[in-house]
């Protein structure tokens, strides 16, 4: 895939950009990596397609990609960075797509339709331009955790929805259903070297490459089972995880996250108290005099 050097999209918190870091990160490049595996092949549209990363990660696999949006600054950035023969960008509305019907054979919309009021017009839109046998593959946040039970209030968020009004609205269009959670969780993993397990996938990023069945993590620590004979060493899964429910590393590093950003406010507070002291004549001598 050739990029153009392109000045990174201005990260507004209305749409991802790569550069964020953290769990934003992981949550949204998951998803295009879970997707990228559903695409092989066929000709996909990218709903909302921000700054133009996802469309680029699924142009790997896809016979053709259109990433659609209507913001024409995000377009025209993406049409510069992301630059492949089977990739394309358009700046469209998700409510009025420009295409015939039965045209498309996967549609990808991923954390768009709580940005919008007009649920059912999109999901029917998006019926109209899927081909009979297409595939939606659709993502939005769980309104009683992502919300509710932490307090949290997105600007850009116009109407977000419970897991039964998501459903309810699927159900108008499309019978055939498999769900999946999505979360961030922290991890103490043990896994077996030496060996390429059977028992689980993965994609891994690697200079802007998704390699399927790497390791997942780097070896911080070696846990070792020794035995003088075969027969003694028990037979254990190829991965092992640990998680307590309470999240206890996530809220402490959640909590490090929220007294930086303090921290920062404050050093910004007490160095316009320190510039309006310089500015008064007797007080700004007095400080250069000592700082000499």
Same mark, same amino acid.
């Given at each position: ?18 550069? /964020? %870091? ?14 990228? !595996?559903?695409?092989?092949?066929? *000709? ?13 990660? +699924?142009? !790997?696999?896809?016979?053709? %990609?259109? =990433? ?11 049409? !510069? ?12 509305? /998700? ?38 046998? =297409? ?17 949290? /209030?997105?600007?850009?968020? $116009? ?27 922290? !991890? ?23 390699? *399927? ?18 027969? *003694?060493? @028990?037979?254990? @899964? ?20 929220? *007294? ?6 404050? +050093? ?17 001598? $007095? ?6």
């Amino acid at each position: 895939m050739k990029k153009q050097k392109t000045k990174p999209l201005e990260f507004t918190g209305e749409r991802f950009t790569p550069e /964020c %870091v953290r769990e934003i990160w992981y949550e949204h490049y998951h998803r295009y990596a879970f997707a990228q !595996n559903l695409v092989a092949g066929k *000709n996909v549209l990218d709903i909302a397609s921000g700054e133009g990363y996802g469309s680029a990660i +699924l142009a !790997n696999k896809a016979r053709s %990609v259109i =990433g659609m949006d209507i913001d024409s600054a995000s377009i025209a950035h993406a049409q !510069n960075k992301y630059q492949h023969q089977n990739l394309h960008y358009q700046q469209a509305s /998700c409510l009025d797509i420009p295409m015939d019907n039965e045209s498309i054979d996967v549609i990808v919309s991923f954390e768009t339709l709580e940005h919008l009021a007009e649920h059912e017009q999109m999901l029917a839109e998006f019926n109209r331009v899927l081909k009979t046998d =297409g595939i939606l593959l659709i993502s939005t946040p769980d309104k009683k955790h992502y919300s509710d039970a932490t307090g949290f /209030c997105n600007e850009y968020h $116009v109407k977000e929805l419970y897991k039964q009004e998501f459903k309810e609205l699927l159900d108008k269009h499309w019978q055939q259903q498999i769900w999946y959670a999505q979360a961030l969780s922290f !991890n103490s993993l043990m896994q077996k070297l030496d060996k390429q397990s059977k028992t689980y996938s993965s994609d891994v990023l690697q200079d802007n490459q998704l390699l *399927n069945e790497q390791q997942l993590i780097k070896s911080m620590y070696y846990i070792v089972i020794a035995s003088k004979q075969k027969a *003694n060493l @028990p037979t254990l @899964p190829d991965l092992h995880l640990f998680a307590d429910t309470q999240q206890s590393v996530y809220q402490h590093y959640n909590q490090s996250i929220k *007294n930086e950003i303090a921290y920062g406010k404050e +050093l910004m507070m007490y160095r316009e108290k320190f510039k309006r002291l310089l500015s008064i004549p007797f007080i700004g001598k $007095v400080i250069k005099f000592f700082d000499k």
